[in-house]
């Protein structure tokens, strides 16, 4: 349980830093500066952030481990790296969705294609 409390206070801090900012640049209304849904920005901004949590983290435990593996591995914080996947699957889930093939249009520009084809003869 104590191992989530640097991950809430980070992913709060990016979440209320990226509502501050969408507010200021964007000149949005503060309920349209909610951060729930998927934004791609706050997306990456989150994978940076628990990405930069994950080294900090990684780095504390090494020097804290003196190359002790055992100790290393006691020292992570998993919910962090846990976090950390999480947010990169996502980031990469909406990668590979936004570069998928749309079915429908693809159908309808065959359709579209045969019916002009079948005119012309």
């Not at 090494?62 to 996947?85: D, E, P, T």
């Amino acid at each position: 349980m104590a191992q989530a409390i640097p991950v809430v206070i980070n992913e709060m801090s990016i979440r209320l830093l990226w509502a501050i900012k969408s507010r200021v640049y964007s000149n949005k209304s503060w309920k349209e500066c909610i951060p729930i849904g998927s934004h791609p920005e706050l997306r990456r901004m989150l994978l940076t952030g628990h990405g930069v949590l994950c080294l900090v983290d990684g780095l504390d435990a090494i020097a804290r481990s003196k190359g002790q593996i055992l100790l290393f591995a006691l020292h992570l914080n998993f919910v962090a790296w846990k976090r950390l996947a999480f947010s990169g699957l996502m980031e990469i889930r909406a990668l590979y969705k936004e570069n998928a093939i749309d079915i429908a249009a693809l159908d309808e520009d065959l359709w579209n294609e045969w019916n002009s084809l079948y005119q012309q003869n």
